[in-house]
C-alpha cells in the first residue's frame, strides 16, 4: 500500500514489515514489546499515514461515545420496535445483587445497555459490529469501573482491541452473514479480552493468549437472530460475552495460555464458518429464528 | 482497513453490516452520480433481501443516496427525508451471483445521468464497491478513489498516471476493466492524496475521456483525519 512504513521510533523495521503486509498477525503482536497497544498504534499509523495523536483522539471520543450509550441503556425501559428487548440491562441494573458478585452484574448490564439500545436505533459504536458492540464496553469499562480506573487510561487498551481485530479479520470476514455469530462476538470477546488483560498490566504475550482462549471457545457459535433482527439472542449474549472476555483475562493474568498458537485459532475458526450452512448464517431460517415463538414474531413483524 | 475500522463507526443501529455499511454503499452511490438522484432502482442480495427490513438497510442505503453518514440522527426516517428531496426509490430482490451475501445493486439517476453500482457490506461497516456500471472495480471507500470511463487505447492509463504525478497524487491500488479491446474502459485508482479539482476538469476534456468522478472517503480513517490524506490538494 501506500504508507512508507516511517516509524517515531526505534521499532522502524517492525513497522515497515508490518505496512507491506497491509496488516499485523495475532503472532506479531505477542512478539510485541509490552504494552502491545503502543506497537498496534504505530504500526497502524505507519500502514495508514494517520497519526498517533489523531487515532488516540478519536479512540478517546469512541470511549465517551460508548460510555454515553451505556448511560442511556441503563436508564431506559423502553421496548425495542418488535418488543422482544429494551428492559433487560435497567431490570439487572435496579434488580438486588443476589450473588454479591458486583464486577458480574456491571459487565453484564452495561453489554445489555449497549445492545439493547442498539436494538433501539440509538446511536453506538460498533466494535467490531453493531451486534457484538456490548462486549468490549461491557467488559472493559465494566472493570475500570468497579476498579475506578479513569477512561484516559482506557485508550491504549482499546488500540489493543482494535489490534486484534484488525489480526482476526485478516483471515475472516466479521460479519454473521459470512461466518456465523463466532465471527461476531467471537471476534469482540477476543477484542475485549486482550484490552482488560492489557488494562491491569499483562504483557504482549498474556494479551494475545486472552484474545485466544475467547476466540477458541466460541467457535461454532451460529447466527440464528430472531426474526433477522438484532435482538433475541443478540442483546444477551454480549452480557455472556463480555463476562466470557473478563474470564479470559483472569485466565492469562494467571500466566495460563492457550495451547493452539493464537493464528492456528484463528484459522480453525474461519474454517468452522466456511463450514457452517447458510441457514445459520444471519438468514433467520435455522436455530432459534425457526422455533414456533421466533416464527410467530416474523409473522407478526411482516403483518406490519 | 484501519484501527477506527474496528472501534467503529459511530453509528445509529442495529446492525454495521445491514445499516452503517448499507448507508456507506449509498454514499457512494450518491457521490459517483455527482448529486442527490430523482430516481434509485434497489435490488438486495442474499442477507441483505432477507434480513434487510429487521436491520434498517432500507432506509440506511437510502440515507446514504441523500448524503447522510451512518451516525446521523435522521437515518430512522430516510424515507420520509427522501420525499421531501423528490427522490422515488424501489426495491426488489435481486441474485447478484457470487458476491458478499450482504450486497446491492443500486442505480441512481438524476440531471439525465445515470449510474449503476454493485456494493458489498463485508463486516463491521466496512463495504468493498466491486461493480460500476458493470465494469469490474475493486475499491474500499478508505480514500480518495477516482474512477473514469474513456475508450480503451494505448497509453490512456499512463497519461492518467502521469497527470496524477504532475498533481503529486501517490496511487496506493488500481484496477481496470473494458467491456471490449478498443471499446469503453473504465479505471479505478486508489489515491493517497484527492487530484485537484482543475486536473479533474483537465482529464474530463481529453478526446476518448466520457465520465470522471472523485469519491471522497466515506470510511472513518479518511474522516477524521483529511488533512493527512490530503483534502488540501
Not at chain 1, 451460529?222 to 474470564?247: I, K, L, Q, T
Request: with cysteine.
Amino acid at each position: 500500500m501506500g504508507a512508507d512504513g516511517a516509524a517515531s521510533d526505534g521499532r522502524r523495521d517492525r513497522c515497515a514489515r508490518a505496512a507491506g503486509d497491509d496488516s499485523v498477525t495475532l503472532d506479531e503482536i505477542l512478539n510485541a514489546p509490552s504494552p502491545a497497544s503502543q506497537w498496534v498504534l504505530d504500526s497502524d499509523c505507519a500502514e495508514n499515514g494517520l497519526s498517533p495523536a489523531i487515532v488516540k483522539e478519536a479512540m478517546r471520543s469512541r470511549i465517551a461515545e460508548m460510555r454515553d450509550s451505556v448511560e442511556r441503556g441503563l436508564a431506559s425501559a423502553a421496548p425495542s420496535i418488535t418488543g422482544m428487548v429494551g428492559w433487560n440491562a435497567k431490570g439487572l441494573w435496579d434488580a438486588p445483587d443476589v450473588l454479591q458478585a458486583p464486577l458480574l452484574r456491571r459487565v453484564q448490564a452495561y453489554a445489555m445497555a449497549v445492545n439493547e439500545e442498539n436494538a433501539r436505533m440509538g446511536r453506538i459504536v460498533a466494535a467490531p459490529t453493531a451486534g457484538s458492540a456490548g462486549t468490549i464496553p461491557g467488559a472493559l469499562l465494566g472493570v475500570a469501573d468497579h476498579l475506578k480506573i479513569s477512561d484516559d487510561d482506557l485508550v491504549m487498551p482499546m488500540v489493543l482491541a482494535a489490534g486484534v481485530g484488525k489480526a482476526i479479520s485478516k483471515q475472516m470476514f466479521i460479519s454473521g452473514a459470512a461466518g456465523g455469530c463466532q465471527a461476531e462476538i467471537g471476534s469482540s470477546a477476543a477484542m475485549a479480552a486482550a484490552a482488560v488483560t492489557e488494562l491491569l498490566g499483562g504483557s504482549s504475550r498474556a494479551c494475545v493468549h486472552a484474545a485466544a482462549m475467547a476466540l477458541m471457545n466460541t467457535i461454532g457459535l451460529v447466527c440464528d437472530p430472531v426474526g433477522g433482527y438484532v435482538e433475541v439472542p443478540c442483546v444477551s449474549r454480549n452480557a455472556f460475552f463480555a463476562v466470557h472476555a473478563v474470564s479470559s483475562a483472569q485466565l492469562a493474568l494467571s500466566n495460563l495460555e492457550s495451547f493452539i498458537p493464537p493464528d492456528e485459532v484463528i484459522s480453525a475458526m474461519a474454517q468452522v464458518g466456511r463450514m457452517m450452512p447458510l441457514e445459520l448464517r444471519e438468514t433467520a431460517e435455522g436455530g432459534l429464528a425457526q422455533t414456533p415463538t421466533g416464527l410467530a414474531v416474523t409473522a407478526r413483524m411482516e403483518g406490519k | 482497513m484501519t484501527l477506527l475500522d474496528m472501534i467503529g463507526p459511530v453509528m445509529i443501529g442495529p446492525s454495521s453490516s445491514h445499516t452503517a455499511g448499507a448507508c456507506r454503499i449509498g454514499q457512494v452511490a450518491r457521490q459517483l452520480l455527482g448529486q442527490i438522484p430523482t430516481h434509485a432502482e434497489i435490488g438486495l442480495h442474499a442477507s441483505f433481501a432477507k434480513t434487510g427490513k429487521g436491520h434498517g438497510t432500507h432506509f440506511a442505503l437510502i440515507a446514504g443516496l441523500l448524503g447522510y453518514a451512518p451516525d446521523d440522527a435522521r437515518l430512522p426516517r430516510a424515507f420520509e427525508e427522501a420525499a421531501s428531496a423528490d427522490l422515488v426509490f424501489n426495491f426488489e430482490t435481486a441474485d447478484l451471483g457470487d458476491v458478499h451475501p450482504n450486497s446491492a445493486r443500486i442505480t441512481v439517476s438524476g440531471n439525465g445521468q445515470t449510474v449503476t453500482v454493485l456494493g458489498s457490506s463485508t463486516g463491521g461497516g466496512v463495504i468493498e464497491i466491486v461493480r460500476v456500471d458493470g465494469f469490474k472495480v475493486s475499491f474500499s471507500g478508505g480514500a480518495f478513489t477516482l474512477l473514469t470511463r474513456y475508450h480503451d487505447a494505448v497509453g490512456v492509463i499512463a497519461k492518467i498516471a502521469g497527470l496524477l504525478a504532475a498533481d503529486q497524487v501517490n496511487i496506493a491500488a488500481l484496477t481496470c476493466d473494458r467491456d471490449k479491446r478498443g471499446g469503453n474502459a473504465m479505471l479505478c485508482v486508489e489515491l493517497d492524496q484527492s487530484l485537484g479539482e482543475a486536473a479533474q476538469k483537465f482529464l474530463l476534456s481529453w478526446p476518448g475521456m466520457d465520465w470522471v468522478r472523485m469519491v471522497r472517503p466515506v470510511m472513518d480513517a479518511g474522516i477524521v483525519a483529511p488533512v493527512l490524506l490530503g483534502t488540501t490538494a
